[in-house]
């Protein structure tokens, strides 16, 4: 199969497209078609050397999230059927034709949701709602304060935030703040003021 890897960082031209062998799932994982992939500032700092691959494979395939189909199924796996349409994180090797993850680290793809705006959800949306839900506890009728409204972290937590019916309060750039308040965003703080 074909991936994007990388066998010295630096800047984009150091990516190479090289057939490596197809991933082969285990018991209780999925491999899955991958149709699409995105590329966030994690994948970025990975291509640049400051995000290692924390499995250290033997060839550091790029790409932190996915979309696709089930290809196959491990003998355990209860959760997926092979055609399933499914998105996911993993700590790389997205950038390729073939992944496999664990059974549940995939989510279903929403059928009002192409693969190729799946592939750039479970990164962003999944950051957002930990922070948001898991650690921050936040529950509606509250208030979140949200750093960098108008990153790709920061648009998903306005929308988590109001639909779990929060309020919502962000910073941002002057010129990104009509577009945090078309989100949801409640209220929206220009960030350069020291004392905003």
């Known amino acids: 199969m074909r991936a994007a890897v990388v066998t010295e960082y630096g800047e984009p031209d150091v990516i190479q497209v090289i057939e490596v062998d197809d991933p082969v799932p285990g018991p209780d994982q999925i491999l899955v078609e991958v149709a699409h992939s995105a ?29 696709g189909s089930v290809a196959a199924v491990g003998e355990r796996v209860t959760l997926w059927n092979v055609g399933d349409r499914v998105m996911g994180i993993e700590s790389g090797a997205c950038n390729a034709e073939r992944l496999v993850t664990h059974e549940r680290q995939a989510l279903a793809v929403p059928s009002s949701v192409s693969l190729e705006d799946a592939a750039a959800i479970p990164e962003v949306f999944l ?70």
């Open 39 to 67: 590329v966030n500032r994690a994948d970025v700092l990975q291509r640049r050397g400051g995000y290692p691959d924390p499995q250290r494979r033997s060839v550091e395939i790029l790409g932190l999230e996915f979309a």
């Open 127 to 196: 950051t957002a709602w930990d922070a948001l839900v898991v650690q921050g506890g936040l529950t509606s009728g509250r208030w979140a304060l949200v750093h960098a409204g108008a990153s790709g972290v920061g648009t998903a937590a306005i929308q988590i935030a109001k639909a779990i019916g929060a309020r919502v309060a962000v910073t941002c750039s002057a010129p990104k703040i009509a577009a945090c308040l078309r989100l949801g965003a409640d209220l929206a703080l220009e960030r350069s003021p020291s004392d905003w």
